[in-house]
């Protein structure tokens, strides 16, 4: 019953999670930092905006983002001035998989720094550290739970985006179906063996994701 | 002497509380305690001097040398903490280390030697691979001490180190500060809310207020003779008995309310504030008030009679609190206890000297 003829979707799923998560890193890490004890005007309301992609259908994402990146779209014309298609290829597939995944990754990164205390900070600074190596010695390390569950939480949201996928970056075989949009096509086939074998695959392997990194943040309180 | 730390008119708003031109010098060698309640600004006129907050107004110079803008990082200043604040996810080896990592010497001969020397005075060497959630509150302290003066820093600051430790570690830990104020030539300034701490350590006390220096001094000096009410009352001052003053034959007397005694003639000088007829408090330090029952003055002592109200016993003494022109509280050794054999309802001869009636203007 359990038979792969296309192992392409798995490592394409991989691929554009480990992208997304990466990317989600980059952007929300510092963001988070800043944000976190900082008031400014217009806070909410930028905060708000972060958090939005969360929570909106993933088929208002997708559309969104082929008004950006469309061939007509803002950024998507400017683009193709230089010869460069991002619709429907892997691109698209990762850059949707990041939007959706950055609340995650934003959220528990803030809560995070949030429940720093700052008198560790202050502390590291009249030891003679500067900024940048407080931030990397001292802050990330208190709060490296809380952003490795942000971690978790965005790849696996990566990994299962579905929609705004769709919608992008279509259902290419090797290119763009990824193993959520693969299992669509594959049931809407009636091809269920490769639906059924995909579904264990992504089930377990989540499960274990999961699982271990329960157990590891069972054995770093301090 | 030049002054290791001079601050001038030092002022910060932080929300609704505010510290008000703080002004006060420290020479190397001074171990300065900053007393208050909780509320009273000591944190932050700390934090402002590590160069954790910045200042509304005035100036902060360390060693002649202006630093009221340069960055902590940049001040070389030791800070410790009531919470030692050790990093959790390093052993106490890297958390003694943190600082001298930061400062790019931690693999440098000379300090693993000074850290090896430093935790061998703080008796902690046997801990060096532990991590602090294996370490008790007087443990954690000692490291967190050791961290802050590895780089040997001039000026420490210690923000209550010992206020959440039990009784027997914190008079260890008293001794640790006191050996190290000596023998690492370290200045420190020491806040506090624990008075008697203060008296122990301090060469020099400044006792705050709603964000203003009340008093400064020596530690006895304020014990003995607080300015103000507020000072005298934090400091726990027995004896505060209301009244005015008067004068007679040209000398100064102090009339207890609703009494005709007067009690006198005090040392004090007759200089404003303090005038014929303005109200003060008199203030005399239970251990200098002295009890007799025979009736003849002890000389050079002003003394008047007072009834004994009642005795409470402790280990070593028994406090005998009075009434007679006020009420009185004085304490007597047992041994002297079981010699006078004093009774509830005794009539006693209560005497002081002179120059240890304290008056404070109202």
């Known amino acids: 019953m359990f038979s792969l003829t296309d192992w392409s979707p798995i490592f394409l799923s991989l691929r554009t999670a480990v992208f997304a998560v990466i990317a989600v890193i980059i952007l929300g890490l510092p963001l988070a930092r800043l944000l976190a004890?900082?008031?400014?005007?217009?806070?909410?309301?930028?905060?708000?905006?972060?958090?939005?992609?969360?929570?909106?259908?993933?088929?208002?994402?997708?559309?969104?983002?082929?008004?950006?990146?469309?061939?007509?779209?803002?950024?998507?014309?400017?683009?193709?001035?230089?010869?460069?298609?991002?619709?429907?290829?892997?691109w698209a597939a990762a850059l949707a998989s990041t939007v959706v995944a950055f609340p995650l990754m934003y959220q528990s990164a803030k809560a995070a720094f949030k429940s720093v205390d700052e008198n560790y900070e202050k502390a590291a600074r009249t030891l003679g550290a500067s900024?940048?190596?407080?931030?990397?010695?001292?802050?990330?390390?208190?709060?490296?739970?809380?952003?490795?569950?942000g971690v978790v939480l965005s790849f696996a949201r990566a990994l299962g985006e579905f929609g705004a996928t769709l919608m992008v970056a279509g259902n290419i075989p090797g290119q763009t179906s990824t193993i959520p949009v693969a299992i669509f096509f594959a049931v809407d086939a009636g091809?269920?063996?490769?639906?059924?074998?995909?579904?264990?695959?992504?089930?377990?392997?989540?499960?274990?994701?999961?699982?271990?990194?329960?157990?590891?943040?069972?054995?770093?309180n301090y | 002497m030049e002054s290791l730390l001079k601050v001038h008119n030092l002022s910060i708003k932080a929300g609704s509380f505010s510290l008000n031109k703080i002004c006060f010098s420290l020479k190397a060698n001074d171990y300065i305690m900053i007393l208050g309640?909780?509320?009273?600004?000591?944190?932050?006129?700390?934090?402002?001097?590590?160069?954790?907050?910045?200042?509304?107004?005035?100036?902060?110079?360390f060693n002649g040398r202006r630093i009221t803008d340069l960055p902590p990082e940049q001040r070389h200043v030791g800070f410790a903490y009531q919470d030692s604040l050790l990093y959790p996810f390093l052993t106490v080896k890297e958390n003694i280390l943190f600082g001298a990592r930061a400062r790019g010497i931690a693999v440098e001969a000379k300090v693993l030697r000074r850290m090896s020397q430093l935790v061998e005075i703080m008796g902690i060497s046997q801990l060096l691979e532990r991590y602090p959630k294996f370490l008790s509150g007087g443990e954690r302290q000692r490291v967190s001490l050791a961290r802050a003066i590895l780089t040997k820093p001039p000026l420490l600051l210690l923000d209550e180190p010992l206020s959440a430790l039990d009784p027997g570690t914190r008079q260890s830990m008293q001794n640790l500060l006191r050996q190290i104020h000596t023998t690492e030539s370290i200045s420190i300034i020491h806040v506090t809310h624990d008075f008697s701490e203060a008296i122990q350590l301090g060469t020099e006390m400044i006792v705050l207020s709603n964000g203003s220096i009340e008093q400064s001094g020596a530690p006895l000096e304020v014990f003995f003779r607080p300015v103000s009410l507020s000072v005298a009352k934090f400091l726990q001052g027995e004896n505060l008995i209301k009244g005015t003053l008067s004068t007679l034959n040209s000398l100064l007397w102090f009339k207890p309310e609703h009494s005709e005694l007067l009690i006198g003639p005090l040392s004090e000088e007759l200089t404003p504030p303090l005038v014929a007829g303005s109200n003060v408090m008199l203030m005399i330090r239970s251990s200098?008030?002295?009890?007799?029952?025979s009736w003849e003055s002890p000389s050079g002592c002003i003394s008047w009679p007072a009834e004994i109200e009642y005795l409470s016993f402790n280990r070593t003494h028994v406090d005998v609190h009075c009434k007679g022109y006020g009420c009185w509280e004085t304490s007597i050794s047992l041994a002297?206890?079981?010699?006078?054999?004093?009774?509830?309802?005794?009539?006693?001869l209560l005497a002081?000297?002179?120059?240890?009636c304290h008056l404070i203007v109202c």
């Open chain 1, 37 to 90: 004890r900082r008031e400014f005007p217009g806070k909410d309301f930028l905060e708000s905006a972060i958090t939005l992609p969360m929570v909106l259908p993933p088929s208002v994402i997708g559309y969104g983002l082929l008004m950006l990146i469309g061939k007509n779209g803002l950024l998507g014309q400017t683009l193709a001035g230089f010869g460069i298609t991002l619709v429907f290829t892997w």
């Open chain 1, 131 to 149: 900024e940048v190596r407080i931030f990397l010695t001292v802050t990330l390390p208190l709060a490296w739970p809380g952003i490795l569950a």
């Open chain 1, 191 to 220: 091809d269920n063996a490769t639906a059924q074998t995909l579904v264990a695959i992504v089930t377990g392997f989540s499960f274990l994701v999961i699982f271990w990194v329960n157990r590891w943040a069972k054995r770093q």
């Open chain 2, 37 to 61: 309640p909780t509320g009273s600004g000591k944190t932050i006129l700390l934090e402002s001097i590590a160069g954790l907050r910045p200042l509304h107004s005035g100036e902060i110079f």
């Open chain 2, 288 to 293: 200098n008030l002295s009890l007799h029952q």
């Open chain 2, 336 to 348: 002297q206890w079981q010699n006078l054999r004093l009774f509830q309802g005794d009539t006693v």
């Open chain 2, 352 to 356: 002081v000297r002179p120059e240890n």
